[in-house]
Nanobody, 116 residues
Framework: QVQLAESGGGLVQAGGSLRLSCAPS????????MAWYRQAPGKQRELVAE???????NYADSVKGRFIISRDNAKNTLYLQMNSLKPEDTAVYFC??????????WGQGTQVTVSS
């Protein structure tokens, strides 16, 4: 069982920035794909951004140009830098880790609230 410890959520005004962090309990080098999802009240969970072990990235259209996903192998941490935040970015953000032959793991989530 891989544990994922998320941090960095909070309350920010529109136009501001936040950086989310996710530290897995196992070496990040053994994880094939990591991603951030979010779920807003009354809405389905959606993919925000993902990054593979080869550092390929993919973003939801709604965050392209504003969010940056990265992984620091030395610090064993996944990041999501969120800039130019909008009220519609308000959601619980979840970190995920996919490992071949072991499956997909989810963190407990961190709340991001953007005030207008």
């Amino acid at each position: 069982q891989v544990q994922l410890a998320e941090s960095g959520g909070g309350l920010v005004q529109a136009g501001g920035s936040l950086r989310l962090s996710c530290a897995p309990s196992e070496t990040i080098l053994s994880i094939n794909r990591m991603a951030w999802y979010r779920q807003a009240p009354g809405k389905q969970r959606e993919l925000v951004a993902e990054i593979t072990s080869g550092a390929s990235t993919n973003y939801a259209d709604s965050v392209k140009g504003r969010f940056i996903i990265s992984r620091d192998n030395a610090k064993n941490t996944l990041y999501l830098q969120m800039n130019s935040l909008k009220p519609e970015d308000t959601a619980v953000y979840f970190c995920t880790a996919y490992m071949e032959r072991r499956g997909l793991y989810w963190g407990q989530g961190t709340q991001v609230t953007v005030s207008s």
